[in-house]
């Protein structure tokens, strides 16, 4: 009986916040022709996934793949939640970096290349627990 985990947020990542503030604005620095210009995307995307975006295009696809990464990112936005990941912003608007981050994080979800970073584990109790917790305090003072 655990609930759902909350969902990894993209943007809390190390340097996705910040890049995400760049493509806020520079609106170029969102395309995916902005890589070549601006190192510092790559250099990201490697230290959080182990792989840039043209190496996660490189990647041969298991076969059945959906071609996830390929559609709009507002329509990945779901797929994401689905998969436990948040890739929205604040306003729950897709983020504008998406298109850079989107293939290396598919590839590490779906366990084909690269690596999701490391999460530990939350020292927050479940909401039963508390509940339980509760619960037996009350009985003792009875």
Known sequence: MTSKPPLRRLIDLPGVADLELKALMKRDFAEPEAR??????????TALFGLTADEADA????????????KPPGAQVFAFEDAGWDVTDDKRRALRVLGHF???????????AGTLP????S???????????AEASRFRKR
Request: aromatic share 8%.
């Open 59 to 70: 990647v041969e696809r298991p076969a059945g793949w959906d071609n996830i990464e390929t």
């Open 118 to 121: 490391f999460q530990a584990e």
């Open 123 to 133: 020292d927050e109790p479940e909401a039963w627990v508390s509940k339980l917790a």
């Open 102 to 112: 989107c293939g290396p994080l598919w590839l590490a979800i779906r366990g084909v």
């Open 36 to 45: 070549a210009e601006h190192p510092e995307i790559d250099a990201c995307a």
